[in-house]
């Protein structure tokens, strides 16, 4: 990696059709900061912008398959077909049945965002799904997964990806439940703003700012927190049972986390204890080198924000 560049996005997290305003203000300060970013460049598109299906259907040859697909993917897709973006991937086949993973994406989506891109200095040339990305990142780690029943959970701001990978190949869930859910439940509990709700949230779990144990504002974190990480595993729980129930009976051994909202202190523990199994941070850096030129402060945040980056670097 010879360079890397953070810019928060500004805007009211709670407000979701300010996104892709703020996503493209936050790349034209990104150009002027880091003059090597222009011309050519690749783009993830977050979990929660992506419609994934996972299907079942029969082994074709390789000149029948994508029509196979598309009439077994048709009657799971709440839009048509034909109204989409959309590509799939097998990740198993027995020779009776393949196992398909198909992500999609709405045309406007699509669209508006590259118009954001664009209008950056910056030509996209292609659109990645941030779902599978953390596969790639994964097996590029040399973390030896052989035989093992793996779950990586990416807790991103809006939404957190579930991604089960087994000898065989690997199950996607996205779930809306991320960082902003906290801050939205803190902000309504305080009766404050998003924005000022998530300054507390950051300070205080960061230890960035010492609070004092009778401020009230801490008892509203601390319980927020507790109901985050219990709605968190409730749902690690609903999908481990969705995946037993299409992986015959087979249930992780392992969890890693990912994504800066997986940084809330206590999570790893409490995982760990309610799903009876060993939870640690994944750190998609093990494997890459470290040029020279990258700042050295931003270096302990990197492990928590580009492990689909260092996916989609595998995939090319």
């Known amino acids: 990696m010879e360079s890397a560049v953070v810019e928060d996005l500004q805007y009211d997290y709670s407000d979701e059709t300010q996104w892709l305003d703020a996503a493209g203000e936050g790349l034209k300060r990104l150009c002027g900061r880091a003059k090597s970013i222009k011309g050519e460049a690749y783009f993830i598109l977050p979990g929660n912008l992506l419609l994934t299906k996972t299907i079942r259907a029969p082994h074709v040859e390789p000149d029948k398959q994508r029509r196979i697909v598309e009439f077994e993917l048709q009657q799971k897709m709440p839009y048509l077909l034909s109204e989409l973006i959309w590509d799939y991937q097998v990740v198993e086949d027995d020779g009776v049945e393949q196992e398909v993973l198909a992500i999609a994406v709405r045309p406007a989506v699509a669209e508006s965002f590259c118009e954001k891109v664009d209008a950056a200095g910056l030509n996209p040339v292609e659109l ?33 990806n579930l991604l089960f990978i087994n000898p065989e190949g690997f199950l996607i869930r996205n779930i809306a439940l991320g960082g902003n859910s906290l801050t939205q439940h803190v902000s309504d509990g305080l009766g404050v703003p998003f924005s000022k709700a998530e300054e507390l949230k ?6 960035e700012v010492t609070y004092s144990a009778d401020d009230p504002a801490v ?20 999908s481990v049972v969705t995946y037993k129930r299409l992986k015959k009976g087979k249930s992780p051994t392992r969890i890693f986390l990912c994504g800066r909202g997986a940084l809330l202190p206590g999570l790893p523990e409490f995982l760990s204890e309610k799903q009876l199994l060993a939870v640690d941070y994944f750190d998609p850096m093990r494997s890459v080198q470290i040029g020279p030129e990258v700042d050295p402060d931003i270096l302990p945040q990197l492990p928590f924000m580009l492990s689909e980056v260092v996916g989609e670097a595998c995939r090319l």
């Not at 950051?202 to 230890?207: A, C, I, L, Q, V």
């Open 202 to 207: 950051k300070t205080y779990f960061t230890g």
């Open 128 to 160: 990645s799904a941030a779902s599978i990305l953390d596969f790639n990142a994964l097996r590029h780690s040399q973390i030896g997964m052989e035989g093992e029943e793996t779950l990586v959970v990416n807790v991103g701001a809006k939404s957190t």
């Open 219 to 238: 008892q509203v974190l601390e319980k927020n927190a507790e109901q985050f990480k219990a709605r968190m595993s409730q749902e690690v729980t609903r």
